[in-house]
């Protein structure tokens, strides 16, 4: 629950309101690269390996087909241990690791870059409880009232380089 600043530019100095204290409110999120469909599990302490778990057996409870289910992590140190890996391979569950340094290959990275655009940046909240309603409010609606926005946000359209020469310096 910090301050995020858009853009200020002013020819006197001008006071912001922005929360005090430090409280945390954690959103892990997966999210289904065809039907947009989002699982989410939050906390107000921190992310480890057992949400990640929690997060896998909420997948796998609503897998609809029979149909394989491959998830996409980055590289946190968290969601490559033995207790992740163990829990996927049990669920029947594939996890592919992004290289590092690429949260752009990661769909849900673009939606919370949207949800932090939407309800964070330059906005205040005067309690914790505002903070965490309006973030989840967000996620929420994100299939109805955010969907128009979303759908260009969350496509598997990523740029390819086919023709790339390396040039020299």
């Known amino acids: ?13 001008i ?11 954690n959103v892990l999120g997966a999210i289904n690269a065809v039907t947009k469909e989002l699982v989410l599990v939050t906390n107000t302490s921190y992310i480890t390996s057992i949400q ?3 997060i896998l057996v909420k997948i796998a409870l ?17 969601q490559r241990c ?5 829990k996927a391979e049990e669920l029947g569950i594939e996890l592919l690791f992004l290289p590092p340094y690429s949260p752009n290959l990661n769909l849900i990275e ?8 939407e309800v964070l940046y330059g906005k ?13 409010n967000c996620l929420e609606e994100t299939e109805k009232k955010h969907k128009k926005a979303l759908d ?12 790339t020469k390396v040039v020299a310096l």
Do not use: H
């Not at 006071?15 to 409110?25: D, L, T, V």
């Not at 673009?110 to 655009?117: A, D, H, I, T």
């Not at 205040?124 to 989840?136: H, L, P």
């Open 110 to 117: 673009r939606l919370w870059k949207f949800v932090k655009k």
């Open 52 to 54: 990640i778990c929690e």
């Open 15 to 25: 006071f912001i309101k922005a929360p005090s204290g430090r409280q945390r409110f």
């Open 82 to 86: 033995k207790l992740v890996i163990e």
């Open 124 to 136: 205040y909240y005067d309690n914790f409880e505002k903070f965490k309603e309006a973030i989840t």
């Open 1 to 13: 629950m910090s301050a995020f600043l858009g853009y200020l530019w002013s020819f006197t100095r």
């Open 62 to 78: 609503s897998r609809r087909y029979a149909v394989p289910i491959t998830i996409v992590l980055d590289n946190a140190r968290y």
């Open 152 to 163: 260009s946000l969350l496509n598997l359209k990523f740029q390819t380089f086919s023709d």
